[in-house]
């Protein structure tokens, strides 16, 4: 199972990380933090005049793919999604299977405006303090790697501490759960973490089962304006896109496309 692997692999680093800067200090470093987390929310709610929301994701490789960018420059990258109109950029700091960073939010955030998602397998509160100070504005829950209990914890606390929270869900199990921890943005990931396998038919399942008022994203797999037309017209506020614009030739013309896409 690739998703407990990586999460066991994600405790290990946690343990390492923890005894090098305990929690203490690591929150000791947010009284000078000049970073204060955006209201995601606006961000990502479709609107008449803004209908489709990019979340543009910042992905040199992934388990089921291997590399996917080898001249990979995560600022450059962030700073063309910024200025083409991604409305947040999805940035992973998993090292290992997706080799991600954290320095790359702090080094993100210091030049790019757009709100952040710090992109990982979030199981301990320290990690929602390192999102808030390495600069993310949101991070990912992933109700599969995590029970009911939990999951209500880290929510809570992220938002406690100012952080808003994307909850990924891959079925009506998990939807459950992110019912009960309150969730306000609701993340369908077409892709299952542990098989790979791929189900662009999730949204037309799962939507119907979530209450009104709740921000939906469509996640993985997302590379054409058929699709986003398609989930726009079924209630997908946002769409959650990586390993396209980390292919595309034109980024720019991608993203505009897309965000188009109604029109
Ligand atoms: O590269 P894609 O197929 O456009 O997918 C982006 C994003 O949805 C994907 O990276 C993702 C969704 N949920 C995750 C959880 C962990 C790691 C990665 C992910």
Do not use: W
């Amino acid at each position: 199972m690739i998703l407990d692997e990586i999460i066991e692999k994600t405790k290990e680093d946690l343990q390492r990380r923890k005894i090098e800067i305990p929690l203490d200090l690591l929150g000791r470093s947010l009284a000078s933090n000049p970073y204060a987390p955006r209201d995601v929310k606006k961000y990502l709610t479709s609107t008449k005049e803004e209908p489709v929301r990019i979340i543009a994701e910042v992905k040199k490789a992934s388990p089921s793919k291997g590399i996917i960018k080898e001249d990979f420059d995560p600022l450059a990258i962030a700073q063309e999604y910024s200025a083409n109109g991604a409305n947040a950029i999805s940035v992973l700091t998993e090292p290992h299977y997706f080799k991600g960073d954290l320095e790359y939010l702090t080094q993100i955030r210091r030049y790019v405006p757009t709100p952040l998602l710090r992109k990982d397998f979030i199981v301990d509160k320290y990690q929602i303090v390192e999102a808030l100070v390495y600069g993310a504005d949101f991070i990912l829950l992933i109700a599969k790697a995590l029970s009911t209990k939990e999951l209500k914890e880290l929510y809570e606390y992220a938002l406690y501490i100012g952080l808003e929270v994307l909850v990924e869900i891959h079925d009506k199990e998990d939807l459950t759960k992110a019912m009960k921890c309150g969730a306000n943005i609701v993340g369908i990931n077409h892709r299952n973490l542990d098989t790979f396998e791929m189900d662009m038919q999730l949204c037309d399942k799962l939507i119907p089962m979530i209450p009104n008022g709740k921000i939906i994203v469509a996640e993985s797999g997302v590379s054409n304006t058929e699709t986003i037309k398609r989930l726009s017209s079924i209630g997908a506020d946002a769409f959650l896109i990586g390993e396209h614009f980390m292919r595309v030739p034109s980024i720019k013309d991608e993203l505009e496309t897309f965000k188009n896409a109604i029109n």
